[in-house]
Protein backbone atom coordinates (compact mmCIF):
# COMPACT_ATOMS: atom_id res chain seq x y z
CA UNK A 1 0.00 0.00 0.00
CA UNK A 2 1.45 3.63 -1.28
CA UNK A 3 1.65 5.89 1.29
CA UNK A 4 3.26 9.59 2.26
CA UNK A 5 4.20 9.32 6.22
CA UNK A 6 4.41 12.89 7.98
CA UNK A 7 6.11 12.30 11.23
CA UNK A 8 4.03 14.23 13.31
CA UNK A 9 0.30 14.82 13.45
CA UNK A 10 0.41 17.45 15.97
CA UNK A 11 3.23 19.54 17.33
CA UNK A 12 2.79 22.68 19.74
CA UNK A 13 5.37 24.95 19.20
CA UNK A 14 6.42 28.46 20.44
CA UNK A 15 6.67 32.17 18.38
CA UNK A 16 9.91 32.27 16.97
CA UNK A 17 11.21 28.72 17.66
CA UNK A 18 12.09 27.00 13.67
CA UNK A 19 9.58 24.16 13.29
CA UNK A 20 10.40 21.05 11.10
CA UNK A 21 7.79 19.27 9.16
CA UNK A 22 9.18 15.95 7.78
CA UNK A 23 7.45 14.26 4.83
CA UNK A 24 8.69 10.99 3.13
CA UNK A 25 6.96 9.21 0.04
CA UNK A 26 7.74 5.10 -0.40
CA UNK A 27 6.16 5.28 -4.31
CA UNK A 28 9.57 6.67 -6.37
CA UNK A 29 7.56 9.99 -6.90
CA UNK A 30 9.19 12.33 -8.74
CA UNK A 31 6.74 15.51 -7.15
CA UNK A 32 6.26 16.91 -3.58
CA UNK A 33 4.35 19.42 -2.65
CA UNK A 34 3.36 21.36 0.94
CA UNK A 35 -0.16 22.66 1.34
CA UNK A 36 -1.86 24.35 4.70
CA UNK A 37 -5.35 23.93 5.22
CA UNK A 38 -7.60 26.59 7.12
CA UNK A 39 -10.80 26.85 7.60
CA UNK A 40 -12.82 28.77 4.89
CA UNK A 41 -9.57 29.40 2.54
CA UNK A 42 -9.60 25.50 1.43
CA UNK A 43 -6.07 24.25 0.88
CA UNK A 44 -3.11 26.86 -0.28
CA UNK A 45 -0.24 25.31 -2.01
CA UNK A 46 3.29 27.10 0.14
CA UNK A 47 6.00 25.07 -1.67
CA UNK A 48 6.15 22.38 -4.31
CA UNK A 49 9.36 20.03 -5.70
CA UNK A 50 9.83 18.54 -9.17
CA UNK A 51 12.97 16.82 -8.63
CA UNK A 52 15.45 16.69 -5.88
CA UNK A 53 17.00 19.95 -4.80
CA UNK A 54 14.57 21.60 -6.77
CA UNK A 55 12.06 23.97 -5.37
CA UNK A 56 9.14 26.04 -6.58
CA UNK A 57 7.39 28.86 -4.74
CA UNK A 58 3.57 28.25 -4.49
CA UNK A 59 1.03 30.80 -3.48
CA UNK A 60 2.07 31.74 -0.18
CA UNK A 61 5.90 30.96 0.29
CA UNK A 62 6.81 33.75 2.77
CA UNK A 63 7.65 32.71 6.06
CA UNK A 64 8.87 29.40 4.91
CA UNK A 65 11.29 27.38 3.54
CA UNK A 66 11.65 23.72 2.13
CA UNK A 67 14.49 20.91 1.80
CA UNK A 68 15.10 17.96 -0.40
CA UNK A 69 17.84 16.45 -0.29
CA UNK A 70 16.17 13.16 -1.15
CA UNK A 71 13.90 11.73 -3.68
CA UNK A 72 11.89 10.27 -1.37
CA UNK A 73 11.68 13.59 1.81
CA UNK A 74 10.18 16.59 1.60
CA UNK A 75 11.07 18.70 4.79
CA UNK A 76 8.93 22.13 5.30
CA UNK A 77 10.66 24.35 7.90
CA UNK A 78 9.01 27.65 9.54
CA UNK A 79 12.22 29.33 10.12
CA UNK A 80 10.60 31.46 13.06
CA UNK A 81 7.43 30.68 13.73
CA UNK A 82 4.47 32.92 14.05
CA UNK A 83 1.06 32.89 15.57
CA UNK A 84 -0.51 33.05 11.59
CA UNK A 85 1.29 29.94 11.17
CA UNK A 86 -0.84 27.61 12.98
CA UNK A 87 -2.68 25.60 10.77
CA UNK A 88 -3.09 21.70 9.46
CA UNK A 89 -0.19 21.08 7.04
CA UNK A 90 -0.50 18.35 3.92
CA UNK A 91 2.20 17.06 2.30
CA UNK A 92 1.57 15.27 -1.05
CA UNK A 93 3.15 13.96 -4.16
CA UNK A 94 2.62 12.61 -7.14
CA UNK A 95 4.12 10.87 -10.32
CA UNK A 96 3.00 12.62 -13.98
CA UNK A 97 2.24 10.03 -16.61
CA UNK A 98 0.70 7.79 -14.27
CA UNK A 99 -2.26 5.94 -15.69
CA UNK A 100 -4.00 8.50 -15.26
CA UNK A 101 -1.64 10.86 -17.60
CA UNK A 102 -2.28 13.55 -14.77
CA UNK A 103 -0.68 14.45 -11.65
CA UNK A 104 -2.87 13.08 -8.97
CA UNK A 105 -1.56 13.61 -6.22
CA UNK A 106 -1.64 11.28 -2.74
CA UNK A 107 -1.78 12.83 0.72
CA UNK A 108 -0.47 12.21 3.69
CA UNK A 109 -2.33 12.69 7.00
CA UNK A 110 -1.82 15.78 8.15
CA UNK A 111 0.32 18.00 10.60
CA UNK A 112 -1.95 20.05 12.60
CA UNK A 113 0.56 22.96 14.39
CA UNK A 114 -0.31 25.07 17.06
CA UNK A 115 1.75 28.06 17.76
CA UNK A 116 1.60 29.47 20.85
CA UNK B 1 -4.81 32.88 -5.99
CA UNK B 2 -7.74 30.31 -5.53
CA UNK B 3 -8.62 28.72 -9.06
CA UNK B 4 -11.45 26.80 -7.52
CA UNK B 5 -14.04 27.71 -5.63
CA UNK B 6 -17.18 24.76 -4.55
CA UNK B 7 -20.77 25.53 -4.05
CA UNK B 8 -22.62 25.01 -1.63
CA UNK B 9 -20.15 25.52 1.67
CA UNK B 10 -22.29 23.29 3.45
CA UNK B 11 -25.11 20.46 2.40
CA UNK B 12 -26.70 18.41 4.03
CA UNK B 13 -28.97 15.74 3.29
CA UNK B 14 -30.84 12.28 3.98
CA UNK B 15 -29.22 8.78 3.16
CA UNK B 16 -30.63 7.79 -0.31
CA UNK B 17 -30.41 11.11 -1.94
CA UNK B 18 -28.79 12.51 -4.39
CA UNK B 19 -25.85 15.02 -3.39
CA UNK B 20 -24.61 17.52 -5.88
CA UNK B 21 -21.61 20.02 -5.44
CA UNK B 22 -20.78 22.73 -7.95
CA UNK B 23 -17.19 23.85 -8.59
CA UNK B 24 -16.69 27.29 -10.59
CA UNK B 25 -12.70 28.16 -11.64
CA UNK B 26 -11.23 31.18 -13.32
CA UNK B 27 -8.65 30.04 -16.19
CA UNK B 28 -7.81 27.53 -18.65
CA UNK B 29 -7.17 23.71 -17.07
CA UNK B 30 -5.82 20.81 -17.95
CA UNK B 31 -8.15 18.90 -16.24
CA UNK B 32 -10.20 18.74 -13.11
CA UNK B 33 -10.19 16.24 -10.08
CA UNK B 34 -11.74 15.70 -7.06
CA UNK B 35 -10.82 15.05 -4.04
CA UNK B 36 -12.44 13.63 -0.40
CA UNK B 37 -11.23 14.74 2.96
CA UNK B 38 -12.87 12.52 6.12
CA UNK B 39 -12.67 14.80 9.50
CA UNK B 40 -9.15 15.53 10.62
CA UNK B 41 -7.56 13.39 7.95
CA UNK B 42 -5.46 13.80 4.18
CA UNK B 43 -7.47 13.94 1.31
CA UNK B 44 -7.88 11.44 -1.44
CA UNK B 45 -8.42 11.09 -5.23
CA UNK B 46 -11.78 10.16 -6.70
CA UNK B 47 -11.90 10.98 -10.09
CA UNK B 48 -10.56 13.37 -13.21
CA UNK B 49 -12.14 14.69 -15.98
CA UNK B 50 -9.76 16.21 -18.53
CA UNK B 51 -10.23 19.88 -20.16
CA UNK B 52 -11.84 17.74 -23.33
CA UNK B 53 -13.95 15.77 -21.81
CA UNK B 54 -17.98 16.27 -20.76
CA UNK B 55 -18.96 13.93 -18.08
CA UNK B 56 -17.34 10.73 -16.26
CA UNK B 57 -18.70 8.34 -13.97
CA UNK B 58 -16.94 6.15 -11.37
CA UNK B 59 -19.34 3.74 -9.30
CA UNK B 60 -21.85 5.99 -7.65
CA UNK B 61 -20.06 9.27 -9.16
CA UNK B 62 -20.57 11.37 -12.10
CA UNK B 63 -18.36 14.42 -12.70
CA UNK B 64 -19.57 16.96 -15.63
CA UNK B 65 -17.26 20.01 -16.65
CA UNK B 66 -18.09 22.62 -18.72
CA UNK B 67 -15.19 24.34 -19.98
CA UNK B 68 -17.19 27.63 -21.59
CA UNK B 69 -18.25 28.20 -18.59
CA UNK B 70 -15.56 27.54 -16.58
CA UNK B 71 -17.19 25.19 -13.67
CA UNK B 72 -17.69 21.03 -13.06
CA UNK B 73 -20.24 19.15 -10.56
CA UNK B 74 -19.69 16.37 -8.62
CA UNK B 75 -23.07 14.15 -8.49
CA UNK B 76 -22.68 11.43 -5.70
CA UNK B 77 -26.12 9.47 -6.06
CA UNK B 78 -27.37 6.69 -3.74
CA UNK B 79 -25.47 8.59 -0.47
CA UNK B 80 -24.63 6.87 2.31
CA UNK B 81 -23.61 7.66 6.18
CA UNK B 82 -20.15 7.12 5.17
CA UNK B 83 -20.30 9.80 2.49
CA UNK B 84 -20.23 12.52 5.43
CA UNK B 85 -16.39 14.42 4.43
CA UNK B 86 -15.58 17.56 2.68
CA UNK B 87 -15.21 17.25 -0.71
CA UNK B 88 -12.93 19.51 -2.97
CA UNK B 89 -12.16 20.28 -6.53
CA UNK B 90 -8.95 20.52 -8.14
CA UNK B 91 -7.94 22.39 -11.22
CA UNK B 92 -4.49 21.52 -12.76
CA UNK B 93 -2.89 23.71 -14.95
CA UNK B 94 0.43 23.55 -17.17
CA UNK B 95 3.90 24.49 -15.48
CA UNK B 96 7.63 24.03 -16.12
CA UNK B 97 9.09 20.85 -17.40
CA UNK B 98 5.85 19.23 -18.53
CA UNK B 99 4.59 19.02 -15.42
CA UNK B 100 1.29 20.32 -13.55
CA UNK B 101 0.51 22.30 -11.05
CA UNK B 102 -2.93 21.65 -9.13
CA UNK B 103 -4.65 24.73 -7.42
CA UNK B 104 -7.56 23.65 -4.66
CA UNK B 105 -11.19 25.18 -3.49
CA UNK B 106 -12.29 26.12 -0.34
CA UNK B 107 -14.03 22.63 -0.15
CA UNK B 108 -18.11 21.65 0.44
CA UNK B 109 -18.62 19.80 3.36
CA UNK B 110 -21.44 17.18 2.88
CA UNK B 111 -23.36 15.85 5.97
CA UNK B 112 -25.24 12.66 5.17
CA UNK B 113 -28.16 12.02 7.62
CA UNK B 114 -29.74 8.67 8.51
Known amino acids: DVKVTQSSRYLVKRTGEKVFLECVQD?????MFWYRQDPGLGLRLIYF???????EKGDIPEGYSVSREKKERFSLILESASTNQTSMYLC???????????????FGAGSRLTVL | SQQGEEDPQALSIQEGENATMNCSYK?????LQWYRQNSGRGLVHLIL?????REKHSGRLRVTLDTSKKSSSLLITASRAADTASYFC??????????????FGTGTRLTIIP
Open chain 2, 27 to 31: TSINN
Open chain 1, 27 to 31: MDHEN
Open chain 1, 92 to 106: ASSFLGQSSGANVLT
Open chain 2, 90 to 103: ATASAFNFGNEKLT
Open chain 2, 49 to 53: IRSNE
Open chain 1, 49 to 55: SYDVKMK
